[in-house]
T-cell receptor, first 115, second 113 residues
Framework: AQSVTQLGSHVSVSEGALVLLRCNYS??????LFWYVQYPNQGLQLLLK??????LVKGINGFEAEFKKSETSFHLTKPSAHMSDAAEYFC?????????????FGGGTRVLVKP | EADIYQTPRYLVIGTGKKITLECSQT?????MYWYQQDPGMELHLIHY???????EKGDLSSESTVSRIRTEHFPLTLESARPSHTSQYLC????????????FGNGTRLTVT
């Protein structure tokens, strides 16, 4: 079975500083990886996804993530944090199964942006 | 702009009441899901459906039930609400393809007193 671990349930960054959110997964077959963002009182919104091809994936709002198979990681970064980036971020993994695919979410990381 | 709608957004109800949380999507997606999100943020899959007349229990045991009579509609019902059911409930949908992302509604925040 696949699993996802997000290191750090809370991250605090200064406005303009690098945002780095860590995600490691375990899967016995090639995974499909996703990052979602959740703003207060809203549902989750897709930031970016990795399926096949280029391992560096660019998403919305200036975020990007790199798939590193050797490290089983899919860390999310943004060069310069903005106040509007304050939200909760979820990493997720999906694998193909005989019974269909299911998405497994990490525990989430809450980002606080300090002025 | 939401293509998946959940109602109500907020619901406060007394113990023992029957409730139905509504979820509808206009994208023609075959797959639909219900997640329960606790105060610590973690998401737990409680129900999913591959299409009409298909429903499956998720990873987290839940006393709720679901139905899928129409492609666009996936309501969740609690026959007798309890305080332990207090949580946020998120509905989502996706295409069948294994690499398709989920589209989420804005959630229903349920409080059982």
């Amino acid at each position: 079975a696949q699993s996802v671990t997000q290191l750090g349930s809370h991250v605090s960054v200064s406005e303009g500083a690098l945002v780095l959110l860590r995600c490691n997964y375990s899967s016995s077959v090639p995974p499909y990886l996703f990052w979602y963002v959740q703003y207060p009182n809203q549902g989750l919104q897709l930031l970016l996804k990795y399926t096949t091809g280029a391992t560096l994936v660019k998403g919305i709002n200036g975020f990007e993530a790199e798939f590193k198979k050797s490290e089983t990681s899919f860390h999310l970064t943004k060069p310069s944090a903005h106040m509007s980036d304050a939200a909760e971020y979820f990493c997720a993994v999906s694998v193909i199964k005989a019974a269909g695919n299911k998405l497994t979410f990490g525990g989430g990381t809450r980002v606080l942006v300090k002025p | 702009e939401a293509d998946i709608y959940q109602t109500p957004r907020y619901l406060v109800i007394g113990t023992g009441k029957k409730i139905t949380l509504e979820c509808s999507q206009t994208m023609g997606h075959d797959k639909m899901y219900w997640y329960q999100q606790d105060p610590g943020m973690e998401l737990h899959l409680i129900h999913y459906s591959y299409g009409v007349n298909s429903t499956e229990k998720g990873d987290l045991s839940s006393e709720s039930t679901v139905s899928r009579i129409r492609t666009e509609h996936f309501p969740l019902t609690l026959e007798s609400a309890r305080p332990s059911h207090t949580s946020q409930y998120l509905c989502a949908s996706s295409r069948v393809s294994y690499n398709s992302p989920l589209h989420f509604g804005n959630g229903t925040r349920l409080t059982v007193t």
